[in-house]
């Protein structure tokens, strides 16, 4: 069987599952109560409003509200062949379990992208209704909007790898939720340390940390997040961590 069949059934396996309805919640709950906060202060003359609504909007969303949201995915996906010994009916099958670990990572990843794409919509409606209602004539910055997503999605990437492979390696679905949950709550702190570049639960949440920054320097050209050295450490820690996933895939099922 080709990955791409792999691929085509576990879309087919999650296609009726309650994860789509559950990746609107965190959108929905951060867009609403940032811009609805924000908006308040606004006057006509209010500059810059886009941007403020998205800083405070994506500032809990990417530190907590959407790790914890693909925590819930992983277990989710994972838990698709927990029920009846489904996995190790999966096993028994001529099927390479590498192929089927990583057809299941792409599901998820698909499932981050969705969740980003849904914020990015969310966030333009409710902005849009924001300034319309309160007069401020600033034109919609698609192209900020969706740098800003896209540096959401990518910095997530790391981070997700880490949440797949802790819950593919961990038997107890409790054990590996308590565990990707004590690495997501640090994260915040440490984003204010030195130690951010060896931490990737952090690097969405740091993204919209220097986006903060940037938005209240004096200097418009300020560009607080630095492609190196976040690029070669985040792309080496996701091989590491994917062929770790990927090779550990199935085993405790085999034992």
Known sequence: MSFFDLLKIEFIKVKRSKIVPLIFIAPLLVVWSGVKNLSQYFTPEYTNAWAAMFIQSALVYAYYLLPFSM??????????????????????????????????????????????????????????????????????????????????????????????????????????????????????????TPAWIAYPYCYSGYFVSCSLHDFTANSADAVSFKLLPFLPVAAMFFILVLMIAVTGFGKKEMR
Do not use: Q
């Not at 914020?119 to 698609?142: D, H, L, Q, R, S």
């Open 71 to 192: 925590i819930v995915v992983c277990v989710m996906i994972a838990g698709r062949e927990t029920g009846n010994n489904g996995i190790l009916k999966m096993l028994a099958l001529p099927i390479s379990r590498y192929k089927l670990c990583a057809a299941k990572f792409c599901v998820l990843l698909a499932f981050l992208f969705m969740e980003m794409a849904l914020f990015f919509a969310v966030f333009t409606i409710a902005g849009t209704v924001a300034t319309n209602t309160m007069g401020v004539k600033e034109t919609i910055p698609i192209l900020y909007l969706i740098k800003s997503c896209a540096g959401l999605f990518l910095t997530m990437l790391p981070c997700v790898t880490a949440m797949w492979a802790i819950t593919v390696m961990f038997e107890k679905t409790l054990l590996s939720v308590g565990l990707n949950l004590l690495l997501v709550i640090p994260g915040v702190l440490l984003s204010n």
